[in-house]
């Protein structure tokens, strides 16, 4: 598994975007980026993922580099309710298993 | 929308106790998982299951753990004698074969006193 960087913590105004970037500057060509969030101690949480073209979905979008080295993950408008741990995870979709780093730790502040 | 359920929320045991962890998989997924996660620690990976066998595991996946499908719908995990350092939040996954996503559930906290 390509191993991932990412801020131990970060804060965003209610309302505005919260961009989290990750870096992955090892990712292998058949790895994807996946992103999860933990509330609390509850289940992690599966937002988005792509491979090297952008995405997005109703919760979030997923920028990814051209060189495929980090990506930002963007909640558009962030509520008090997106307050959570963010993980990047690159890992190879054939049922593997997930690597869990530290994440970042998303405040949003009202 | 589909989710993993886990039951029971919460399972307070002695050490040295068996102790049986339950998952109901999201209908027609077919991979499995249990991830656990010890308080203020990352999630961490305990073995990974296919075609009603461990495709993966984990150092932490010792002989005293082990899983089973005993049904169409029930995913499982074991501890056979429960430690005090098993105390922790133990997460149920599945995924479908073609999505490439895995879905947790809510977690299980085991007490081990």
């Known amino acids: 598994d390509a191993k991932t960087t990412q801020p131990t913590s970060m804060d965003c105004a209610e309302g505005r975007a919260a961009n989290l970037p990750c870096n992955h500057s090892?990712?292998?060509?058949?790895?994807?980026v996946y992103w999860y969030r933990q509330i609390h101690s509850q289940g992690p949480q599966y937002i988005i993922h792509?491979?090297?073209n952008n995405e997005t979905n109703e919760m979030a979008s997923l920028i990814i580099t051209e060189d495929r080295k980090s990506s930002t993950l963007i909640l558009p408008h962030a509520t008090l309710r997106d307050t959570a741990v963010y993980y990047c995870?690159?890992?190879?979709?054939?049922?593997?298993?997930?690597?869990f780093g530290g994440g970042t730790r998303l405040m949003v502040k009202p | 929308e589909p989710e993993v359920t886990q039951t029971p929320s919460h399972q307070v045991t002695q050490m040295g106790q068996e102790v049986i962890l339950r998952c109901v998989p999201i209908?027609?997924?077919?991979?499995f998982y249990w991830y656990r996660q010890i308080l203020g620690q990352k999630v961490e990976f305990l073995v990974s299951?296919?075609?009603?066998?461990?495709?993966?595991k984990s150092e932490i996946f010792d002989d005293q753990f082990s899983v089973e499908r005993p049904d169409g719908s029930n995913f499982t995990l074991k501890i056979r004698s429960t430690k005090l350092e098993d105390s922790a939040m133990y997460f149920c996954?599945?995924?479908?074969?073609?999505?490439?996503?895995?879905?947790f559930g809510a977690g299980t906290r085991l007490s081990v006193l």
């Open positions: 996954a599945s995924m479908a074969l073609a999505k490439n996503i895995q879905y």
């Open positions: 209908s027609n997924h077919l991979y």
């Open positions: 090892t990712i292998s060509g058949n790895e994807y």
């Open positions: 995870i690159a890992e190879i979709p054939a049922g593997n298993m997930l690597t």
């Open positions: 299951f296919y075609n009603n066998e461990i495709s993966e």
């Open positions: 792509g491979l090297k």
